[in-house]
């Protein structure tokens, strides 16, 4: 089964209301956690039947899981499906990726991590000029293939398909063999403590080779990483040169990094400009 979100312009008008819904779900049940079939029905104006299609195909592409009743996120400790993390956040993704994409300068040798904010970050520099790109994240490497102007080495091995990257074995040792300008990674979670925590040991072990072997480290998350639980810890905060987020972070973590003077980038809304007065 295809678990990728499907695009609006692949759609019939009717399905494309179907699929929007379905993202609308999505997103309010890693907003709210458990909906009920009857309470989507109403809030939705359909059936109990659709809602229950459309928690089906959720549910099918490993993205919520059934509960009596309804529908929930994912045990604690598992990762969201990539499909969803795509959706989840995407506007605090993309300033993130804008602040970043500010920070590269043309011609920069760049590192990326695996991850839904370090492919926002490939799709901002998307039309960089004279980039040279190491990555084990696939959905990176699709994003920057199109500028002929950019050079891309990926890492060999058995790829994660949902995922789209390769983080296992082959891959070990990959990051190590290149020294670079820029270093731009993501993460699981971070600790209260700062840690950094991921999901399993070859992430971590990616991530950290990854951060060895940079002049200047940018760790990119959302707000929704600070004090979220995985269940692997290696590295730590103040380890990254600038931290880029898209709201305030936690106070203690903010006086961590600013104790060990890592610059912290919040890519925050722009206030609306003020009305002009009336004459």
């Not at 928690?55 to 499909?83: F, K, Q, S, T």
């Not at 993501?186 to 992430?203: M, P, Q, R, W």
Request: charged content about 25%; hydrophobic content about 45%; proline content about 5%.
């Amino acid at each position: 089964m295809n678990t990728a979100p499907l695009l609006a312009h692949d759609l019939p008008s009717g399905a494309m209301v179907a699929e929007a819904r379905v993202r609308a779900i999505l997103a309010r049940v890693y907003e709210q956690g458990f909906q009920s079939i009857d309470g989507l029905a109403s809030l939705f104006g359909v059936t109990t039947q659709t809602i229950r299609r459309d928690v089906n195909a959720l549910c099918e592409r490993g993205l919520c899981r059934r509960r009596h009743g309804g529908i929930d996120v994912l045990p604690e400790g598992e990762n969201v499906a990539y499909p969803a993390r795509r959706i989840l956040d995407r506007d605090a993704k993309r300033r993130i990726a804008a602040r970043v994409a500010a920070a590269v300068p043309e011609g920069a040798s760049l590192f990326f991590g695996i991850g839904t904010t370090p492919e926002e970050c490939a799709l901002a520099l998307a039309d960089r000029s004279r980039l040279r790109v190491m990555t084990n994240n696939l959905n990176v490497a699709l994003a920057l293939n199109r500028n002929p102007g950019c050079e891309i080495d990926i890492a060999g091995g058995r790829l994660r398909n949902l995922d789209c990257d390769v983080i296992a074995g082959e891959a070990h040792g990959f990051f190590a063999r290149f020294s670079v300008d820029i270093g731009i990674y993501g993460v699981g979670g971070v600790a209260d403590d700062g840690g950094l925590l991921d999901f399993n040991h070859d992430e971590v072990r990616m991530r950290t080779e990854l951060a060895h072997h940079c002049r200047q480290r940018f760790l990119v998350l959302d707000h929704s990483k600070f004090g979220r639980g995985a269940t692997v810890r290696g590295g730590h905060i103040t380890e990254a040169n600038r931290v880029f987020t898209d709201q305030p972070a936690p106070p203690a973590i903010a006086a961590m990094l600013d104790q060990a003077g890592v610059k912290l980038i919040v890519a925050c809304v722009a206030a609306p400009s003020p009305a002009s007065p009336s004459h």
